[in-house]
Structures are given as structure tokens and as C-alpha cells.
């Protein structure tokens, strides 16, 4: 085709291009002749590309339905950052047989196979064009694809699945599923899902399946959500399920998942050890325990007379009802009794204020249709109520000097997490440190405001970490991890997220460096250790900084009475002298710093010791990368002690380090 490159190259007729892409895309190709052909077309047709005939342009495309073709089209477009690329990719992307093409040039090849994943899922497509595509469009574009490919079973696009999910914590699931979730594509999730692993369905439950339930599942349409989870079998890990269901507040979800378990007297047992253990009492907040109560006494309805019986007078039963009624909290004694007087059908009949009520929720009829349309419609005031209040802002007319200065310098400090998010996603910032540093001070700020950090946490974590130094700020790397860190610190629970992120995301050795090191110095903050470099702003919303007009302040009143007291007594007994004062007394106490970790410590340490057991599959690190993550799991460790599992957690480092002799700490 030497020939035909001369004719690309010096601007051909629409004809000449007709009839060379022809004879490209009809033919197979050698590996050289396709890469000098797809970067042809890429530096000398593609600029005149939309003056073309709608034919001549599909047959280009056809053309580029490859890894080698698309990874080529993104290596132009980073280089030259010309608008043509993109268009040209937008239009690739509208066509829903895409993926299958790319997936069928690969011929089975496993390298070229992982390229294809890295490229539409592993979010090297996405992350090329900075921004310039939408998220919710590209996840919509690709989750289409997707359903092109299930249509043709000698495709198999399982692995696909949860690598898409991660893209955007938030939204992906909420498009992805969406697309499924109707009479014509329904089938092709079950599909998907029966061929995952294990561990993949276990994923894909934990991480958005559950969660895009817990949106919509309501009192009314439980038998509908119920429908939807029998297609989704979880047998071989329903002890795994129910704990995991044990600690979501939706009791809705709660009921429609526990009437799919199998083995409810099992489940009931493994679950009831948790719930009782001390330490678990100890640890864990209130929130955590009810929402494990409202579990167990959910089991119970699905009991008979005996199996509760026999319950009331095993061990197992006893010890865990003996540490909630000894326990000297209220709450927690309470919980305790509740169980006890389930189990015995009222046997055991103690006053309990404010018991939970938990009626059995009838079984669906399994030969019934499916109607997807109960997910939407009934959708909870709740949800709207709390995006009303994410959207209200307050303005203190204190800080206006401040607003029109920020105005000037054109970077507005922002009150919910929410704005900050599009912060960083504005093409039009011109400063990324100045951001990390505000989202620092907002996230620990915001500490107290628990629904608004929980909802964002994972589309905020991701952002940062993503974060590149595009305009080569000196101590960006710095103050992003200060921001990260931050994150976990005031929500720990997105240390779940921020592991997925390391071992499935698509970043660079620095990218992931710097997410190890966020969880140590994390732990470490957590335990009540302080770490110099780490900033702890401990700001006040301008509100709390009002002054009262109407009152003295109470601790001015106070000290004018403590005053008044002092001198009455002086003039009655006379003013004492000291004559010696203990160094003891005068010696500065320093405050105990609460050990916030204990309870956290096997989120941290577990998932990161089986990352390295399992071989950490995220590509090819050198000796630098695994110094590291061995110094994060001994930080871990160290911050961990003590907790009620640190036995079992050093037993298993000190496993790790003997079999990585060859890298030395």
C-alpha cells in the first residue's frame, strides 16, 4: 500500500480516499501497515474529515474499530490537543457496535484484550480528553456498548462491568444500572452477573448494585426490589451478604434482601456473634448497632417456634445477650433486650422505651412481571428534601470584604462540597494548590456534617487523587495529600473506596504512592498521632464567630461572680499568701488525643494485606512502590494497636514481611 500512503498524503479526491479506506477495512492487515495507515489518515484526512461524504466518513471510522486505532487517535490528540481528534472520538463513541468491533479485532488475544479494557473502562479514553467529555454521557455511551456486546454471546464482557462502575462513585451506577433496568435489557444484567467471579459479584453487590437499590427501595415496593434480587444469587456467600446488609440504615433494603437468605438460622447465628461481642459494643456507634438489631430481629420473623427455642437457650445466644444487658449504656442494654424478648415471643417481657416494631414482609409472587417503573415512581420525599438542603447556600455579610477579594483573584471559597467538586472540574481554575488547600480546611470543617461528607466523599477522593500538576505549582503534591488525607480522617469509610481506587483505577506510580501514604498518615491521625505535616485547621464558620449584642457572653457573667465571691471572702478571712506552688500543679497537662482507630483498624490493614497477598494486580511496579506499600501496612499495624484483632493483624504482617524478604524495610 506504499503507494496508496504517497496518494493520502498529497490531498487526495474524496474518490482516491473511498477507494483506499476500502480496501483497508476489506481485508486483514499486517501490524506495521495498519499503524502507518491509521496515522496517515490521523495527520493528513482526518483534517479535512467533515467535508466528507457520510459514507466515506463511515468507512474511516470502521477503520479506527480497534485498540490500535483508538490508542493512536488519543496519542494525537495529546500531543496536539486539536479539536478534530475529539469530534472524531465523540463520533467513534455514538456507534453502540464499537466496542464489539474492537473486542472482535482482538481475536482473543489476552494483551490486546486488557488494552481494550483500559481503553473504554480503565478510563484512558476518558482521562485523555480532560474533561471535554461529559461523565454521565461517556458512562451512558460505553454502558450501550456494553448491551450491544451481550446481544452476541461469543462476546464476553463480565470483567467490563465493575471497572465502568468505578469510574464516577456516584453516578455510574445510577446510568449504568438504569439501562438495564426495564423488560428488553434486564435479562442481559442477570447475564452479566452469572458469569462474574465471586469476588467480582461480590463487587459489583457491594459497590453498586445494593447502593443503587438503597435509593429507591421504599415500604411500598419491597415486593418489586425483592423480584429484582432473586436474579442476583448469592448463596455461596450469604453469610458475607447478610453482614454487609447488617450495617445499611435502609431497613427496607433490609427486609427485601433477608427474605432471599437461605439459611436464616445460620446467618442469624454468625451475625448474632458480632452483635454481641463487647468489643464490637464498645467500638462501634449507635447508628451501627440499631441498623445490626433491626438485622436480627428481621431473621427472627423468618424462624419457627423451635428453631427460637432452641436460640433462647444456646450459648451463643446467651453470652451475646449477657454483654448487651451488662453493658452500662442505656441504649445499648435496650437493643439487648429487645432480641431477648423476640426470640422468646414475649416470654421475657422487659420495658423497653422506644422498642423496634419489625413485621415479616410476605414473600412476591415469583410468576409475576417484573415493574421496573415501581423503582422510579415511588422514589422517597426524602432523597429531594435532601438535595433541597445540599443546594441552599448562606451568605454572612461578615465575610463580604473577604468574597469581593476572592472575587478579584477570581477563586471564590465555597461552603458545600458539592460546589468544590466543580471547582475542580472547571477548565477555568487557574490555580489547583489554592483549591487543596481550602478543600483541607472545608472537609475538616464539615466534619459534623456527616450526610453532606458521607454523599460526597467518593466523587471528592476520586477527583483528588486524579489530580495532575497541569500548571506545575510548587508543594501541589504536598497539599493533595494533605486534602486526601483529610477525607478519610473525617469520614473513615471511604478508605474502602480509596483501596478500590489503588488496586482497580488506571493511575501513574505517583498517583498511587501518594493514595499509600494517605491511609498511613490517616491511621495515624485516627490513633491521636500527630504528624507535623499534616495540616489540622480547626476554623469556625463565620456564623459561630457572631458576636451576642443582646447578652453578655455567659463566661463574662461567670467570672464577674467568681470575682464577687473571691472578694467577699477575702474581706471575711483575709487574702491568703502562698508560700510554695508544686511544679506538678503548674505543669502543663497535655490533653489525651481519643484512639478513634481501634474499631477502624481492619478496614485499613485487611483489604491492604490481601491486595499484597493476592499480588497486587495494578501492572508493573519497581522495588521503590513495594518499599512503600510494606511501610504503609507497618504504619498500620503500629497505629493499631490496641484492638480487639491486633493479634491476628501482626500475626499475619509478620507473615507478609517473611515471604518479602528480597525487599527490605
Known amino acids: 500500500m506504499n503507494d496508496d500512503f504517497s496518494v493520502l498524503k498529497s490531498e487526495p479526491s474524496a474518490e482516491e480516499i473511498d477507494r483506499i479506506v476500502t480496501e483497508f477495512i476489506s481485508k486483514e492487515n499486517a501490524l506495521p501497515t495498519k499503524l502507518q495507515f491509521i496515522n496517515t489518515i490521523l495527520q493528513h484526512i482526518l483534517p479535512i474529515y467533515q467535508s466528507l461524504k457520510t459514507t466515506i466518513r463511515l468507512k474511516i471510522r470502521r477503520a479506527f474499530h480497534s485498540s490500535i486505532g483508538i490508542s493512536n487517535l488519543l496519542k494525537f490528540y495529546s500531543l496536539t490537543k486539536n479539536e478534530i481528534y475529539l469530534k472524531f472520538m465523540k463520533d467513534l463513541l455514538l456507534d453502540q457496535t464499537l466496542l464489539v468491533s474492537v473486542i472482535d479485532a482482538a481475536k482473543g488475544n489476552k494483551t490486546e484484550l486488557g488494552q481494550v479494557r483500559s481503553l473504554f473502562v480503565g478510563s484512558k479514553i476518558f482521562q485523555t480528553f480532560e474533561g471535554k467529555l461529559e461523565i454521565e454521557r461517556y458512562l451512558d455511551l460505553v454502558t450501550k456498548q456494553l448491551i450491544e456486546a451481550c446481544k452476541d454471546d461469543k462476546f464476553e464482557v463480565s470483567e467490563f462491568v465493575n471497572q465502568l462502575l468505578s469510574?464516577?462513585?456516584?453516578?455510574?451506577?445510577?446510568?449504568?444500572?438504569?439501562?438495564?433496568?426495564?423488560?428488553?435489557?434486564?435479562?442481559?444484567?442477570?447475564?452479566?452477573?452469572?458469569r462474574m467471579t465471586q469476588v467480582q459479584k461480590k463487587q459489583f453487590l457491594w459497590r453498586s448494585f445494593f447502593p443503587y437499590l438503597d435509593r429507591y427501595v421504599h415500604n411500598n415496593n419491597i415486593d418489586t426490589v425483592t423480584k429484582i434480587l432473586k436474579h442476583f444469587v448469592f448463596t455461596d456467600f450469604e453469610d458475607q451478604v447478610v453482614k454487609h446488609i447488617a450495617e445499611s440504615k435502609n431497613i427496607n433494603l433490609q427486609q427485601a434482601i433477608s427474605l432471599l437468605v437461605k439459611d436464616h438460622k445460620t446467618a442469624f447465628k454468625n451475625l448474632l456473634k458480632i452483635w454481641g461481642n463487647e468489643q464490637f459494643i464498645k467500638d462501634h456507634p449507635s447508628e451501627l448497632q440499631e441498623a445490626n438489631t433491626k438485622e436480627l430481629l428481621i431473621l427472627i420473623n423468618y424462624m419457627d417456634t423451635q428453631t427460637k427455642g432452641n436460640f433462647s437457650k444456646d450459648r451463643t445466644f446467651l453470652d451475646a445477650i449477657t454483654s448487651r444487658i451488662s453493658s452500662n449504656d442505656n441504649f445499648n442494654r435496650g437493643l439487648g433486650m429487645m432480641v431477648a424478648k423476640k426470640i422468646t415471643n414475649g416470654e421475657i417481657?422487659?420495658?423497653?422505651?422506644?422498642?423496634?416494631?419489625?413485621?415479616?414482609?410476605?414473600?412476591?409472587?415469583?410468576?409475576?412481571?417484573?415493574?421496573?417503573?415501581?423503582?422510579?415512581?415511588?422514589?422517597?420525599?426524602?432523597?429531594?428534601?435532601?438535595?433541597?438542603?445540599?443546594?441552599?447556600?448562606?451568605?454572612?455579610?461578615?465575610?463580604?470584604?473577604?468574597?469581593?477579594?476572592?472575587q478579584e483573584n477570581g477563586n471564590i471559597d465555597t461552603l458545600f462540597l458539592k460546589d468544590l467538586i466543580k471547582k475542580f472540574n472547571d477548565d477555568k481554575i487557574s490555580s489547583i494548590t489554592k483549591l487543596l488547600?481550602?478543600?483541607?480546611?472545608?472537609?475538616?470543617?464539615?466534619?459534623?456534617?456527616?450526610?453532606?461528607?458521607e454523599f460526597y466523599s467518593e466523587e471528592l477522593i476520586s477527583v483528588l487523587i486524579g489530580l495532575i500538576n497541569k500548571f506545575d505549582e510548587s508543594n501541589f503534591e504536598d497539599l493533595k495529600l494533605n486534602a486526601i488525607v483529610s477525607v478519610i480522617v473525617v469520614n473513615p469509610k471511604i478508605v474502602s473506596h480509596t483501596m478500590n481506587l489503588l488496586f482497580t483505577g488506571d493511575y501513574s506510580f505517583q498517583q498511587r504512592m501518594i493514595i499509600l501514604s494517605s491511609i498511613s498518615l490517616a491511621a495515624r491521625e485516627l490513633r491521636g498521632i500527630d504528624d507535623d505535616f499534616i495540616d489540622k485547621p480547626t476554623y469556625d464558620f463565620p456564623t459561630r464567630k457572631i458576636e451576642q449584642r443582646h447578652q453578655p457572653k455567659i463566661e463574662e457573667v461567670q467570672r464577674a461572680k467568681i470575682e464577687e465571691i473571691k472578694n467577699d471572702s477575702d474581706e471575711l478571712i483575709g487574702e491568703g499568701t502562698v508560700k510554695r506552688i508544686s511544679k506538678k500543679l503548674t505543669a502543663t497537662k497535655e490533653a489525651e488525643k481519643p484512639n478513634n482507630f481501634a474499631r477502624l483498624a481492619p478496614k485499613f490493614f485487611y483489604p491492604l494485606a490481601n491486595g499484597w497477598i493476592q499480588g497486587i494486580n495494578v501492572g508493573t511496579f519497581n522495588e521503590m512502590f513495594m518499599k512503600h506499600y510494606l511501610q504503609t501496612l507497618e504504619l498500620v499495624v503500629k497505629a493499631a494497636y490496641p484492638c480487639h484483632e491486633f493479634d491476628d493483624m501482626f500475626a499475619l504482617y509478620n507473615e507478609i514481611l517473611e515471604n518479602s524478604q528480597s525487599i527490605l524495610i
Open 167 to 194: 469510574l464516577h462513585p456516584i453516578d455510574a451506577k445510577f446510568v449504568f444500572l438504569n439501562q438495564f433496568f426495564n423488560d428488553n435489557y434486564f435479562n442481559y444484567l442477570v447475564q452479566l452477573y452469572s
Open 437 to 453: 488547600a481550602h478543600t483541607t480546611k472545608l472537609v475538616r470543617q464539615k466534619a459534623t456534617f456527616k450526610i453532606e461528607i
Open 349 to 406: 417481657n422487659f420495658d423497653i422505651v422506644d422498642e423496634i416494631i419489625i413485621e415479616p414482609v410476605s414473600r412476591p409472587n415469583s410468576s409475576s412481571k417484573i415493574d421496573f417503573t415501581d423503582l422510579i415512581l415511588g422514589e422517597p420525599l426524602q432523597n429531594l428534601s435532601l438535595n433541597t438542603h445540599k443546594e441552599t447556600k448562606v451568605m454572612d455579610s461578615d465575610d463580604e470584604s473577604d468574597i469581593e477579594e476572592d
